[in-house]
């Protein structure tokens, strides 16, 4: 399974990824190709797709990814 926050390999039956510590046990067992997939038959622009495996390839842990997709930088000092 590849773990939807870092994108490394997570051994199946794993409740979280031993790289970034997100929790992975209920989440669907599919590809980034998958995931991507089903997101754009659910009508997300490709653009916005970009975005977020830029973000989540960035991201040091579950909550600064929840943080990027949903709040963003900070206007005043871009953390």
Known sequence: MICWN???EVPKGARSCKYCESKVEDLPDMSREELGQMLTAAGVDENILKKISEHA?????EEEF???IFGGDCPKCGS
């Open 66 to 68: 929840a943080d990027a």
């Open 6 to 8: 870092c994108g490394k």
């Open 57 to 61: 390839g960035k991201a040091g842990s």
